[in-house]
Structure formats: C-alpha cells, structure tokens
C-alpha cells in the first residue's frame, strides 16, 4: 500500500510522536527568551506518530533514484559508484570534528592531507600547483579564467578580452567566462566532431585570451588535433584552459598538462567517485602550471620545516573563492579513492569506462542511429531523429526508461545534435547490465516507432506523470498552503 500525500496532509490532529518533559528550569528575567523573539502564532508543524514520520521518509527516500539504486548512464556527468570506504574514511573523528577556526598547529593532519592531494592531482594532470579551494567544477572554472586574467592583466595585455568555446563545450564553460569578464567566441565543430582548424585559425588574433577545452569532448570524442591547437593558441599568445569534466577519460593514461593545456579544473565529484548530484556538495580543484602559480586562490596549503600552513602571502592572487578552505570532506573521499586505486587502479578504471562505453556503442548501433561513428572515449552521443520522425521524441524514450528503473541520460546535448541522447555508462557496470539496458533500449525503440503514442504518455510506474517542465522551473511551489475548508 502506497501513500503519495504530502506529510502536511497525512496530519492528524493530536497525534504526536514523542513527549517532551516538562521544563523544570526556572523562568527568570534574565533566561527568558526577549518577546520579541517568540512566535506569535502556532507553527502549525503536521502532527504524525513516529512510525508514520519515519514511513513517510523511507517511502520518499524509495522514491528517490541514485547509483546505488539502479543504473545511472548520465552522459557527461560520471556518474560512478562511490565507493562506501571513502565514506568511512571522511567520517573519522579527526576530519569529520575538525573546527575550520583550530588553527593550523591543530589541524596538521587536514593540512598534510589537503598537501598531498595536491601533489597526487598535479601527477595525475601534468600541473605544477592546485588550489583545493573552489566549491564546484563551474566554480573551479571561473578561478582559472579569473588567473587567466589576471595573467593578461599583469603582462600589459587588457585588450586580450576573448574567450574561444568550441559549439560543443559544456554550458558552464560561456557562463564561467562572462562571469570571469570575457566576450565569449564560439568555434564550430568539423565533420569528425573535433574543433574545425580552419574557423579556430580565422578566430585567433591579439583579442583572444584562450581557449577553453574538454578532451575527450562532449561528444566522448578524442581531440586528435590536440598538438596543433595547442601550438596555434599559444603563438597567437593566449593560454589553452582544461575542462576536467572528462577527465575520467584519460586520468592514468594521458595528461592534459602534457598536450598544452595551461590551465584546468578537476571534479572530485565525478572522477574522483564523491558523492555529487540530489545535494552534493562538489568540489573543483584548480590547477596551473608554474608561471601561474602566483595567481591561485589563497590561502595554499604549504609544507615547511615546522610542519604545513596556510599561505596567503601572495600579492598576485585572485583572491579567496570560498569560505575556510573548500569542502573538505569530498576531498578526503578523493584521496581516499586515490590511494585505495593507486596508479595502476585508476588507469584501469579509465581503460574499464572507455571499454563500457565503446561496448554499450556497439551493443546500440544495430537498431539506434549514432551521432559519430568513431571509436569512442568515455561516452558517445546517440541522435533519436530517426524515432522523432515516427512520432516519439528522445525525451519520450527518456521518460519510457523510468518505467524501467533506469536513470535518463542527457538529452538534446551537445546541441550540435539533433534529438541527442549522451550514455556514459563508467567503469563501475558490469557487463550484464550493459547486456541488460541495451535489451531495454532496444524494446524502447521498437515502442517508439511502433506504437510511438504510447511511449509519448510514459512513464507509467511514477507516482505523477508528465510535468509542465516550464512551469515547474518560472512557478515553483515552494511553502505548502493548506487547502481551504
């Protein structure tokens, strides 16, 4: 038996699910809580038993979908397993009590970790220094594009006012570069899905600040251009920034630092297997090679003779980003799975997700149009233009696979592609549910272009149905307002 209502409307007056005793502390003037801080009216909070709170709890977190429950194949966010050891380690006494006001000389295990994190993710990306600070991968992005500013700016070049974006760049990548202060420039794609050379060289002059690059891209295709675009960026005198978000891709195999790349920003909490999505929270690293190191965000870590400090004695710097230092527990999670992986470990996850995602290519191609028909990285692009013409569109198929306990993947992204569908199954699926979702996907399509009607009304297991998507994001409903007698 399920009970969809809300907590409000399951209320049932006088019920209660635990007694408070009765205050045995003398009132007095000077313990008195001020009138003017006192709730003039009853809260009015729903009045349930325990059993019905905690029911009604379990019922909405059954609801909920996430790794952990079933598969999650959305493309361009990796959405790995988080292995529940980093949990373990995060919640040990010595991280999880820390008191972002103890003072260095009472927090040298925090520091010492935070250092080391940093010597790991500058080995693994090929960087000379990090800053752990930044909250999110978007907010690690506008940290490197404020350096790659401030580098300009101090080099005499103000008229460097330019950001280059391929049309298949993330949407975080223009908003991060308007936030940073740039004019942003779009670069076209070519017919293999890489950056066109040609439209890149006709939009580099002494404006351009940089170019802002993922590789793989978000078409889960390799840049092999990568050496030229680097070498005519940099003679054009901008610098070549590093969207991390792909790096679980490459991490063991390749390193952005050693294809040009100046600039970059990680996601702990996609490659690094920390919880992201529903809550958070994220973590972006930025990271830089040495002439830039001035410019990161204070205060660093440090290692000295006395132990490690904060450093915030760097007059070049952009400034702090966030309060304290940064989530620190996502970074203990991220140097928990890298130690637990080790160098060996996590290039064979890299291996493992670009071999999942090339096999569930496979495994679809025979009855599902692919965008390119290349060999793929961690992800591919599927376009569901064919099925759109027979009546049922990509977020129709999207919606039919809720129906199956499957997490939709991206759609209508990279816009390039027409009715996109981006799977990224990663390292952590086996090869029975790939065997599994590829089944499903196939009776999808067949639906689709069958009986397309009846894919357009999905999903059908869901507590509500179709959304008014538009509505939901202008007019929330945010306070709950009891419906008049």
Do not use: W
Request: charged share 25%; hydrophobic share 40%; proline share 5%.
């Amino acid at each position: 038996m399920t009970d969809d209502r809300l907590i409000f409307e399951k209320s049932a007056a006088g019920r209660v699910g635990h007694v408070l005793p009765c205050c045995d502390v003398q009132k007095t003037e000077k313990t008195a809580i001020p009138d003017k801080y006192l709730c003039k009216k009853n809260v009015e909070l729903p009045e349930l038993s325990e059993l019905d709170v905690v029911r009604h709890y379990v019922g909405l977190s059954d609801k909920n979908h996430g790794v952990d429950s079933g598969f999650y194949p959305l493309g361009s966010c990796t959405m790995k397993y988080n292995p529940k050891v980093n949990e373990d380690a995060a919640g040990l006494g010595g991280f999880k009590n820390a008191h972002p006001k103890a003072g260095c000389m009472n927090s040298q295990g925090n520091l010492e970790l935070m250092h080391n994190l940093n010597v790991m993710l500058c080995e693994i990306t090929g960087m000379d220094d990090f800053s752990l600070q930044p909250a999110a991968g978007a907010h690690g992005e506008l940290a490197g594009l404020m350096i790659i500013k401030a580098h300009h700016a101090k080099n005499g070049q103000t008229k460097r006012t330019k950001m280059l974006i391929p049309d298949t760049a993330h949407g975080t990548n223009p908003a991060s570069a308007m936030m940073a202060g740039f004019d942003t420039v779009e670069i076209k794609s070519d017919g293999n899905g890489n950056v066109d050379l040609e439209d890149l060289k006709k939009n580099l002059n002494d404006e351009v600040a940089g170019l802002m690059l993922t590789n793989p891209g978000t078409l889960g295709l390799f840049e092999i251009n990568i050496s030229e675009i680097s070498k005519l960026v940099h003679d054009a005198g901008g610098l070549l920034y590093y969207d991390g978000a792909n790096t679980n891709a490459i991490m063991g195999i390749v390193r952005p630092g050693d294809m040009g790349f100046d600039v970059l920003h990680l996601n702990l909490h996609k490659t690094f297997s920390t919880p992201h999505g529903g809550g958070g929270p994220g973590s972006g690293p930025v990271g830089v090679k040495a002439f830039l190191a001035d410019y990161l965000p204070v205060p660093v870590v440090k290692k000295t003779s006395e132990g490690f400090r904060l450093d915030s004695d760097r007059p070049l710097s952009v400034g702090k980003m966030r309060s304290f230092y940064g989530n620190f527990a996502i970074m203990v999670r991220a140097y928990a799975y890298i130690m637990t992986m080790g160098g060996k470990g996590l290039r064979a996850a890299t291996e493992n997700a670009v071999l999942n995602a090339n096999y569930l290519k496979a495994k679809l191609a025979p009855f599902m149009q692919l965008a390119y028909d290349r060999t793929c990285m961690h992800e591919f692009v599927i376009t569901g233009a064919p099925q759109k013409e027979k009546g049922a569109s990509t977020l129709d198929m999207a919606k039919r696979m809720i129906d199956f306990g499957i997490h939709p993947p991206t759609i209508y992204f990279p816009l390039i592609v027409k009715e996109a569908m981006m799977f990224e199954p990663t390292e952590s699926e086996s090869k029975e549910t790939l065997d599994a979702f590829s089944e499903i996907m196939k009776q999808i399509v067949t639906e689709a272009e069958e009986k397309p009607d009846f894919v357009k009304n999905a999903p059908y297991t869901t507590s509500v149905g179709r959304l008014d998507d538009t509505k939901a994001a202008r007019k929330p409903v945010l306070v709950y307002k009891e419906a008049a007698e």
